[in-house]
């Protein structure tokens, strides 16, 4: 069963996809989902958010202020990172409200460093999984790595705040594998919007925002060793600061949820998913 909601934060509305299951898991959290930069809610809804329904969990989306069919866009350059935060921490709220399931919190690139901003915060949850994540200290080491070895990627990065600047050959070929079908990419790209100036900077690690490890509650490391983003080492060291082993994907690029190897990505999460209700 899938529907649409709408949710107040301060004076703009956020848009929530929700999943539920048809035959609901005992004991099963229930998952809210937070996208990367210059996307919305819906990069989850077309595999993983089914995959994880057809699994037993009740699956939320959040589509951050200025993304998605959220309220703001067209105030996106406005927005900093602990706006974001703000979005996430009310939309928890408005779950713990409806019911008293377990949550876990699954943030994808710079949902990630949102997720771990809002547990610096005090936010608390069974869980949380960091996929493809900004790693805790930033992204400055990784901007660096970018530099040397995919200059072309690092001067569309820089581009990021207006979509309409980027070049559609660059991004495929360093956000997906290279066997996305044409008709995929050419979707998603359709769909793609900018981002804030603001996140871009506060991303790089000048303020912190990731929580001390003995903060945090259990957690899920994945990405993938053809990203070319956030890179197998920086996934690496994420894991070993929050004490956990990594998953690295083979073959798996950066928009994970929507590469042809999705689902290798899915997997690990819902099998580390099943073992926390057991």
């Known amino acids: 069963m899938k529907a649409k909601s709408f949710q107040a934060a301060a004076m703009l509305q956020l848009e929530t996809i929700v999943r539920r299951p048809a035959t609901p898991r005992p004991n099963a959290p229930r998952l809210l989902l937070v996208h990367g930069i210059c996307v919305g809610a819906w990069v989850w809804e077309e595999h993983f958010m089914p995959y994880l329904a057809d699994a037993g969990f009740e699956v939320h989306a959040l589509s951050l202020r200025g993304h998605g069919n959220s309220d703001g866009a067209e105030r996106l350059n406005d927005w900093r990172l602990g706006d974001y935060t703000e979005d996430l921490r009310r939309t928890v709220a408005q779950l713990r409200g409806s019911g008293d399931a377990p949550l876990v919190v699954v943030g994808h690139s710079l949902g990630g460093a949102v997720v771990q901003d809002w547990l610096r915060g005090g936010g608390h949850a069974a869980g949380a999984a960091l996929l493809a994540s900004v790693p805790p200290w930033g992204l400055a080491y990784s901007a660096w790595q970018m530099w040397l070895n995919s200059p072309e990627l690092f001067q569309q990065v820089a581009r990021l705040s207006d979509a309409q600047m980027l070049d559609p050959a660059v991004m495929r070929r360093h956000l997906f594998s290279d066997d996305l079908p044409d008709a995929e990419y050419a979707r998603f790209a359709g769909r793609v919007q900018g981002e804030s100036r603001h996140v871009g900077v506060e991303l790089q690690g000048w303020r912190p925002f990731a929580p001390m490890?003995?903060?945090?509650?259990?957690?899920?490391?994945?990405?993938?060793?053809?990203?070319?983003?956030?890179?197998?080492?920086?996934?690496?060291?994420?894991?070993?600061?929050?004490?956990?082993?990594?998953?690295?994907?083979?073959?798996?690029?950066?928009?994970?949820?929507?590469d042809p190897r999705w689902e290798d990505a899915a997997r690990p999460l819902r099998d580390w998913l099943v073992r926390m209700g057991e």
Request: proline share 11%; aromatic share 10%.
């Open 213 to 258: 490890p003995w903060q945090a509650p259990p957690m899920f490391v994945l990405g993938g060793l053809d990203d070319r983003f956030i890179r197998a080492d920086a996934v690496q060291g994420t894991a070993t600061y929050y004490g956990v082993a990594p998953v690295l994907v083979p073959r798996l690029a950066h928009a994970l949820m929507l």
